[in-house]
């Protein structure tokens, strides 16, 4: 048997050990905790430890799922309802399956050419690095962060032939790591991923009874990338020292052509689709009560909604073609092992932070009175330094859950003192993405590890700091939308 065979089935042991066996054996370890709160922390962490080991999310969703019922802590019909009907999972499906026709027609890459085409970026040295950061985060919306990073190197390496920069140079390397890092935070503005990184929300509605929408989770992580991409760019420029001068030569329209620059209407009408989702994600929260006909849009929410446009999209044709094929889509288009994976993490964490089992009680307890005492920036900074440094070495997924639900455990007193506490999920999400320093930090890191340019040494030195920045930025900014 060879090693990965022996890790995934040493994971699903140490899974059924701490989900079946071990709350038979394990007491409540302080006044407060029921015994089916013990059961549901044993769970969490079997199923945390099923998903780093075996990597197999539908394994530890289905794990999970059986406990939860084997311990009397839900029926057969409502974990059911709780892992698929979860609204969380509904909203993922649905955007994964839209998204499917966008990187099956090669959309993004077409709007990455579009935006570094523009004249006004051209031969302009710092305007074409912070074009080329954003572009990689608007490409990570619509394909996802691989997609957006094979289409970045690609494109990374056109560029750097022109104007003659050597990718092994600080610069170019440099080049490499900003495009991978806005990627990677890019994904939480909007779409199929950012649905993934909303689920962490779940844990602060759950614990602590307050609605964050959609849009205010997505502009907060636009904010937070925008500030990090000026700080990246200024720091290339005095701390790297980098000569930037090479790229005031270059001429992107004649590097990447003219050709496959505006979207054809095969590409066009999903693409508006996917924006009409995502405006209504922003603004449905706006919408005034007592209008006829659009006031029923907000009864519908974001997933409801979405179903409907798609629904649409499925019968437009284009020279006679259906263009959104719904079983096509909802077949090859969904991720079945992250819709689990969120429903079951989802419904753990709503269960560990619920007030019958204690556990919530217990951590605001041991820990509040030590955070909470000083300031709310205290928890803030606790949070993003210790997001950003778990992710490098433990699952990106797990690191978010873990956080989120630690962390939302703690906030009631400030959510009571009138601060912004939405900001506290994106911060944890958004720093569980700058994830590279080592293969096991995320599945993408291994795509940026890979390339020839990108050293050992570069990365524990370069990009160490590079981890330094986002924190100081992600702090200060996060601070200021705290207090909003």
């Not at 909604?305 to 969904?334: H, P, Q, S, W």
Request: hydrophobic fraction near 55%; glycine fraction near 8%.
């Amino acid at each position: 048997m060879d090693k990965k065979s022996k890790q995934y089935y040493i994971g699903a042991a140490v899974m059924f050990l701490f989900s079946f066996l071990l709350p038979s054996f394990v007491s409540p370890w302080a006044e407060g905790i029921t015994d089916a709160g013990v059961t549901i922390v044993l769970i969490f962490v079997g199923t945390i430890i099923g998903l780093i080991a075996t990597n197999d999310c539908i394994l530890a969703a289905l794990f999970s799922m059986c406990a939860l019922v084997y311990s009397g802590i839900f029926e057969p019909a409502g974990v059911i309802g709780a892992f698929i009907g979860n609204p969380m999972v509904w909203q993922v499906m649905t955007l994964f399956a839209l998204s499917y026709v966008i990187v099956r027609d090669g959309t993004g890459e077409t709007i990455a050419r579009f935006i570094l085409t523009r004249k006004g970026f051209q031969k302009r040295p710092l305007l074409i690095i912070a074009v080329l950061m954003i572009t990689m985060a608007t490409a990570a919306v619509f394909v996802g962060v691989f997609g957006a990073l094979i289409i970045c190197f690609v494109l990374l390496k056109s560029i750097c032939k022109e104007a003659d920069i050597d990718p092994n140079s600080q610069f170019g390397r440099l080049l490499y790591l900003g495009c991978f890092t806005s990627a990677c935070v890019g994904v939480n503005i909007m779409g199929k991923m950012n649905a993934l990184h909303w689920a962490t929300a779940q844990f602060f509605i759950d614990g602590t009874g307050v609605d964050i929408p959609p849009y205010a989770f997505s502009l907060y992580s636009l904010i937070l990338l925008v500030v990090f991409i000026f700080v990246y760019i200024l720091s290339m420029k005095f701390i790297f020292r980098c000569d930037m001068n090479k790229l005031s030569g270059v001429d992107l329209i004649q590097v990447l052509g003219t050709d496959n620059t505006k979207p054809s209407r095969k590409q066009l009408i999903p693409l508006l689709a996917f924006l009409l989702i995502a405006v209504y994600t922003f603004f449905y929260g706006f919408i005034p009560e007592n209008l006829p006909v659009i006031s029923g849009l907000k009864g519908m929410e974001n997933i409801v909604f979405g179903c409907a446009v798609m629904a649409v999209l499925a019968l437009v044709r284009v020279d006679g073609e259906r263009i959104f094929d719904l079983n096509e889509a909802f077949t090859k288009g969904i991720n079945w092992p992250i819709c689990l994976a969120i429903g079951s993490l989802a419904t753990l964490g709503g269960q560990l932070l619920a007030d019958d089992y204690g556990i919530k009680g217990w951590l605001v307890g041991e820990l509040g009175s030590t955070i909470t005492a000083s300031s709310p920036l205290v928890l803030l900074g606790i949070a993003i330094v210790l997001s950003t440094v778990l992710t490098n070495f433990f699952s990106n997924t797990a690191t978010m859950y873990i956080m989120s639900a630690l962390v939302a455990s703690l906030c009631m007193p400030f959510l009571d003192a009138g601060y912004n506490i939405i900001v506290f999920p994106v911060a944890i999400s958004t720093s569980a993405q700058m994830a590279y320093l080592t293969f096991a930090s995320s599945g993408q890191a291994t795509l940026l590890l890979s390339e020839k340019n990108i050293t050992n040494k570069f990365i524990w030195s370069s990009g160490l700091l590079v981890l330094g920045l986002w924190m100081v930025s992600a702090f200060v900014t996060s601070s200021i939308l705290l207090m909003l």
